[in-house]
């Protein structure tokens, strides 16, 4: 049974590109949420895709977008990157329909000069 | 969410139990409390959460006091594997619901 798998597990950007991240959740979850952690910080919730919309969103810009695929996969889009965006983006995963919790991806560490 | 509080670090010897606190005095009736780990530079790993009730698991006991203004997570044999960093949450379970607000956590490590 394949736990939350993130592509790719490390990227190097410069300021002002964009960049795309992946996540395929858990085998029989359906919600996904995205969070960034900064060095040395506990990980901040980005937002939450279930059936293909966004229902929760954290204190993060229009910059950071996302999407959920019919499959449940899901990206995290962030346009006009800031050096302060390097971070490890987590993806976790759970069902939409169930009071079980959430199992975490291993995360893709984001660097930005 | 309610916030928690947990000391920034602990020590603990190897095959020792680790007895971490958390305290959220500020936690509704509906309010779960969960426990996660993350070791270094790995996603956060899912332990064990409770609601009024101790729990227990193959990987640790949760003992949550009777006005469930704290808790305490038990790792009964402590390993040097356990080092990691442990985050208590309180949030309200359940569908619709998934935003984990995480704090600083607490910081075990564990000695040989």
């Known amino acids: 049974d394949a736990g939350v798998t993130q592509s790719p597990t490390h990227l190097i950007k410069t300021r002002g590109q964009q960049v795309t991240l992946r996540c395929s959740p858990k085998?029989?979850?359906?919600?996904v949420s995205w969070y960034q952690q900064a060095l040395g910080q506990g990980p901040q919730f980005i937002f939450q895709?279930?059936?293909?919309?966004?229902?929760q969103r954290g204190n993060f810009p229009d910059r950071f977008s996302g999407h959920q695929f019919p499959n449940y996969s899901s990206e995290l889009n962030v346009n006009a990157l800031l050096l302060g965006d390097s971070a490890l983006y987590l993806c976790?995963?759970?069902?939409?329909?169930?009071?079980?919790?959430?199992?975490f991806g291993p995360g893709t560490r984001l660097l930005v000069l | 969410d309610a916030k928690t509080t947990q000391p920034p670090s602990m020590d603990c010897a190897e095959g020792r139990a680790a007895n971490l606190p958390c305290n959220h005095s500020?936690?509704?009736?509906?309010?779960?409390v969960y426990w996660y780990r993350q070791i270094h530079s790995q996603g956060p790993q899912y332990i064990i959460h409770?609601?009024?009730n101790n729990e227990t698991n193959e990987m640790a006991s949760l003992i949550i006091t009777e006005d469930r203004k704290s808790s305490t997570l038990i790792l009964p044999h402590a390993t040097l594997r356990d080092t990691a960093v442990y985050y208590c949450?309180?949030?309200?379970?359940?569908?619709?619901?998934?935003?984990?607000?995480f704090g600083k956590g607490t910081k075990l490590s564990v000695i040989p």
């Open positions: 976790a995963s759970g069902s939409g329909t169930s009071k079980e919790t959430q199992y």
């Open positions: 085998s029989g979850h359906d919600t």
């Open positions: 895709y279930y059936e293909e919309e966004e229902r």
């Open positions: 500020t936690i509704s009736g509906n309010e779960y």
């Open positions: 409770g609601l009024k």
């Open positions: 949450i309180v949030k309200v379970s359940g569908a619709g619901s998934y935003q984990l607000t």
